[in-house]
């Protein structure tokens, strides 16, 4: 039997009879008119690739296009506090290369880690030939007369095992360095390791011949391992190889013990400009 209240909706609706509203549910009368509109959208369109990407991310995951400035504001209710633009704004981002990832800086090239290990096979095989002499290319006394050959001397070898392990390093480590900070970055710490380190040996020493890049290879090494040394000190992870880096570091450091040509001054030289200039780099980079 009906009761009161559904009586009183009976006499204020006369089109259903008493036994009609005895078997009425709460649903009766429900349309899709009644369904609330006001949520936010399950999508945009990005107008540069047509793809359907979520409303609350600023640029395209297909192709990078710079949808929105700034994250949408949500209110308590989950909808977008403001208005979503359907039109996308203008972008000062370049278009993707291809094989890049969006989000990902590409990685640069080893250009001048490449001209590094060039000049060393270069003067590590020119001066056997009938060209030029040995001579002709290293410092023999006061440096300050020959400038132009403390330079040279530092990508001179006399003794192929030294080649090999110099190059070997400058190329693994110009290469990490290189792509972390640029080019500058390697001209500069080769230039101080190598040429500075050799000037320095020749200052201090009685007319002693020294050649190859054992300051030059210290130097990017110690630079390129500075980041994970200190995060080591401070017991964080790291992902750098140090165990491989202290092996090949301690080869080219005891290399004078092998041959005369390598000079301790020149490896002492390296290890510290490539440990100061790894800390500078580190403060103006701290990522």
């Not at 709460?26 to 107008?47: A, E, Q, R």
């Not at 297909?62 to 203008?90: F, N, Q």
């Not at 006399?158 to 990490?176: C, E, K, P, S």
Request: contains cysteine; neutral net charge; charged residues 15%.
């Amino acid at each position: 039997m009906p009761g009161s209240e559904e009586l009183a909706s009976c006499e204020s609706n006369p089109g259903r009879s008493p036994a009609e509203w005895a078997y009425a549910t709460p649903f009766d009368g429900f349309t899709l008119d009644d369904v609330s509109t006001g949520g936010p959208d399950l999508f945009v369109v990005c107008k540069n690739c047509g793809s359907e990407v979520s409303p609350y991310i600023t640029e395209c995951p297909y192709c990078g296009t710079r949808l929105r400035k700034r994250a949408p504001k949500i209110d308590r209710d989950g909808r977008i506090a403001e208005r979503v633009s359907r039109r996308p704004t203008a972008t000062s981002l370049p278009r993707l290369r291809r094989g890049e990832i969006p989000g990902i800086r590409p990685e640069r090239h080893p250009y001048a880690t490449l001209v590094l290990v060039a000049l060393g096979l270069a003067g590590c095989l020119i001066w056997r030939t009938s060209i030029i002499s040995i001579l002709d290319l290293v410092a023999l006394g006061n440096p300050a007369n020959q400038w132009w050959r403390v330079f040279t001397s530092a990508f001179v070898y006399d003794n192929t095992g030294y080649a090999v392990v110099a190059l070997a390093i400058i190329a693994i480590y110009g290469t990490l360095m290189e792509r972390r900070h640029g080019p500058v970055v390697v001209i500069a710490l080769a230039l101080i390791g190598g040429a500075g380190g050799l000037a320095l040996a020749w200052h201090l020493s009685n007319n002693h011949l020294f050649l190859g890049g054992n300051g030059a290879a210290l130097a990017l090494l110690s630079a390129w391992a500075v980041p994970d040394l200190l995060r080591l000190l401070r017991k964080h992870d790291f992902d750098g190889d140090l165990i491989g880096t202290a092996v090949l570091a301690a080869v080219i450091a005891l290399m004078p013990l092998a041959t005369l040509d390598a000079s301790w001054v020149a490896a002492g030289v390296g290890t510290a400009a490539g440990l100061v200039l790894g800390l500078l780099l580190m403060r103006l980079h701290p990522g």
